[in-house]
């Protein structure tokens, strides 16, 4: 059984036979004719099934070259082909705008062998750009959640699963795998969506002050509480309260978050009436809490509290091909603010990206493509501009000094911490450096953490 034809839009007064140099249609296409830009556009938003695009050079030629990245922009999944005259690609701006913006050229007489196979190839990547923007199992900006890799798959599937339960989340996994997104769609798939989401970063907040940024405290209080506040905890009454980084909470505040998931009561500092709370917890951490548990820096007794439900996030290198999938997909995203043309990236960078080892997971992705958008000169995307050049030697990873300076730095910082229970004291005494230094230290990797989960 023959199937129904596929539709193209031709841009310019040429029809299909014309290019083909034949009197024959072409059974397995449709063409509609649009001799101007708006006329274009108007097919386009018509028929949103349209995919591909011929663009015959005619007159009007600057016209066409100064509105059609508007056209193609606006009409992102469009694949165009580009159908000129062999002396055509000897004007140098028909052939930068060929190479910025279409997939493919042909020079006519195409043949219509040579149209079908480009019209069936333009086809193809329309409807893979296609799917690939439709991977997304969590709306949350431009940071969503995309995979088609098995563990990508299980995690989506376990995701709805526990969204149908009220009983406390536990994630793990590496820093920059997605906590907080896994976290944020539990949320918006249970019952509680119509609650908040309060997100709290453990490891962003002073020490001294996390207890009343989570509990709240009254008026009078203490020095400086001159009026009441609320708590996380409170503001999230009927939704979602997502603690991350709870491995670095001291014993202390863990036992009175222990106290707040076994009653579902707080009390705000400075008060003695307990007050109700309807919150379902998500608790997250890079650390493992089961050999915190063995340290005694972490209780127990809360540990199972929140390990009701477990999910394990993979970390990037793990993901096989997804980390070609979203390097495609953030470009995607970050190029419809950029004024750049940018078509994609070269081979030698496709490359580069499958060999990096990922130590950042995919918030070290979503910087580097950034960047690369920023400091990218042409059309397609190179090592260079994504800052993973310098790192390949023979194909051996080799990480940069100041990041393997810092990685160090962050262990160091990270074991010291959990060995004196997080005493400053005995941290800086341990490490051989001073309490100055030793704040400095924290303060340098805590805006280096969080530059990250903003960028």
Same mark, same amino acid.
């Given at each position: 059984?023959?199937?129904?034809?596929?539709?193209?839009?031709?841009?310019?007064?040429?029809?299909? !036979?014309?290019?083909?140099?034949?009197?024959?249609?072409?059974?397995?296409?449709?063409?509609?004719?649009?001799? !101007?830009?708006?006329?274009?556009?108007?097919?386009? +938003?018509?028929?949103?099934?349209?995919?591909?695009?011929?663009?015959?050079?005619?007159?009007?030629?600057?016209?066409?070259?100064?509105?059609?990245?508007?056209?193609?922009?606006?009409?992102?999944?469009?694949?165009?082909?580009?159908?000129?005259?062999?002396?055509?690609?000897?004007?140098?701006?028909?052939?930068?705008?060929?190479?910025?913006?279409?997939?493919?050229?042909?020079?006519?007489?195409?043949?219509? +062998?040579?149209?079908?196979?480009? *019209?069936? %190839?333009?086809?193809?990547?329309?409807?893979?750009?296609?799917?690939?923007?439709?991977?997304?199992?969590?709306?949350?900006?431009?940071?969503?959640?995309?995979?088609?890799?098995?563990?990508?798959?299980?995690?989506?599937?376990?995701?709805?699963?526990?969204?149908?339960?009220?009983?406390?989340?536990?994630?793990?996994?590496?820093?920059?795998?997605?906590?907080?997104? !896994?976290?944020?769609? $539990?949320?918006?798939?249970?019952?509680?969506?119509?609650?908040?989401?309060?997100?709290?970063?453990?490891?962003?907040?002073?020490?001294?002050?996390? %207890?009343?940024?989570?509990?709240?405290?009254?008026?009078?209080?203490?020095?400086?509480?001159? =009026?009441?506040?609320?708590?996380?905890?409170?503001?999230?009454?009927?939704?979602?309260?997502?603690?991350?980084?709870?491995?670095?909470?001291?014993?202390?505040?863990?036992?009175?978050?222990?106290?707040?998931?076994?009653?579902?009561? $707080?009390?705000?500092?400075?008060?003695?009436?307990?007050?109700?709370?309807?919150?379902?917890?998500?608790?997250?951490?890079?650390?493992?809490?089961?050999?915190?548990?063995? =340290?005694?820096?972490?209780?127990?007794?809360?540990?199972?509290?929140?390990?009701?439900?477990?999910?394990? *996030?993979?970390?990037?290198?793990?993901?096989?091909?997804?980390?070609?999938? *979203?390097?495609?997909?953030?470009?995607? =995203?970050?190029?419809?603010?950029?004024?750049?043309?940018?078509?994609?990236?070269?081979?030698?960078?496709?490359?580069?990206?499958?060999?990096?080892?990922?130590?950042?997971?995919?918030?070290?992705?979503?910087?580097?493509?950034?960047?690369?958008?920023?400091?990218?000169?042409?059309?397609?995307?190179?090592?260079?501009?994504?800052?993973?050049?310098?790192?390949?030697?023979?194909? $051996?990873?080799?990480?940069?000094?100041?990041?393997?300076?810092?990685?160090?730095?962050?262990?160091?910082?990270? =074991?010291?911490?959990?060995?004196?229970? +997080?005493?400053?004291s005995a941290v800086a005494r341990m490490l051989g450096v001073s309490?100055?230094?030793?704040?400095?230290? *924290?303060?340098?990797?805590?805006?280096?953490?969080?530059?990250?989960?903003?960028?």
């Amino acid at each position: 059984m023959q199937s129904e034809p596929r539709t193209a839009v031709i841009l310019g007064t040429n029809t299909a !036979t014309e290019l083909c140099g034949t009197s024959e249609e072409l059974p397995q296409w449709r063409f509609v004719q649009a001799p !101007t830009i708006e006329a274009a556009e108007a097919v386009l +938003n018509e028929d949103k099934s349209i995919r591909v695009g011929l663009w015959a050079h005619s007159a009007g030629l600057e016209e066409h070259l100064t509105r059609f990245p508007l056209l193609r922009a606006k009409h992102k999944l469009v694949q165009w082909l580009a159908v000129i005259g062999a002396t055509d690609l000897h004007d140098e701006r028909i052939a930068s705008h060929i190479a910025q913006h279409f997939l493919d050229f042909l020079t006519t007489p195409t043949g219509e +062998n040579r149209l079908c196979a480009s *019209l069936g %190839h333009a086809h193809g990547m329309a409807c893979l750009l296609e799917r690939i923007d439709g991977q997304t199992d969590v709306t949350s900006d431009e940071e969503q959640m995309v995979g088609t890799s098995e563990s990508m798959r299980q995690l989506f599937r376990d995701i709805r699963k526990v969204a149908s339960s009220d009983a406390p989340v536990f994630i793990s996994g590496e820093s920059g795998t997605g906590k907080e997104l !896994t976290a944020r769609a $539990i949320h918006e798939r249970s019952t509680r969506a119509g609650g908040p989401f309060v997100a709290v970063d453990c490891a962003a907040i002073a020490p001294t002050l996390i %207890h009343s940024e989570l509990f709240g405290y009254e008026k009078g209080a203490f020095t400086g509480a001159g =009026q009441r506040k609320i708590g996380r905890i409170e503001v999230a009454q009927g939704g979602t309260l997502f603690l991350d980084e709870i491995g670095d909470l001291s014993l202390e505040l863990q036992g009175n978050l222990l106290r707040f998931i076994q009653d579902s009561t $707080i009390q705000r500092v400075g008060s003695t009436r307990p007050i109700d709370v309807n919150v379902r917890v998500i608790a997250a951490t890079h650390i493992d809490l089961e050999r915190a548990v063995k =340290q005694g820096t972490f209780r127990e007794d809360l540990y199972y509290r929140l390990n009701v439900l477990r999910l394990e *996030l993979p970390p990037l290198r793990e993901r096989g091909s997804d980390v070609e999938v *979203l390097a495609r997909y953030f470009l995607a =995203q970050f190029a419809k603010d950029s004024s750049k043309s940018i078509r994609g990236y070269t081979k030698q960078a496709i490359d580069a990206i499958r060999r990096h080892t990922w130590p950042g997971n995919v918030r070290e992705l979503i910087n580097r493509v950034r960047r690369a958008v920023v400091m990218c000169d042409g059309a397609w995307i190179t090592p260079r501009d994504l800052d993973l050049e310098r790192g390949i030697i023979q194909g $051996i990873q080799i990480m940069p000094l100041d990041a393997a300076r810092d990685s160090a730095e962050r262990k160091a910082l990270d =074991q010291a911490m959990k060995l004196c229970n +997080n005493n400053y004291s005995a941290v800086a005494r341990m490490l051989g450096v001073s309490r100055v230094t030793l704040y400095r230290l *924290l303060e340098k990797h805590r805006a280096l953490e969080q530059g990250m989960r903003l960028s």
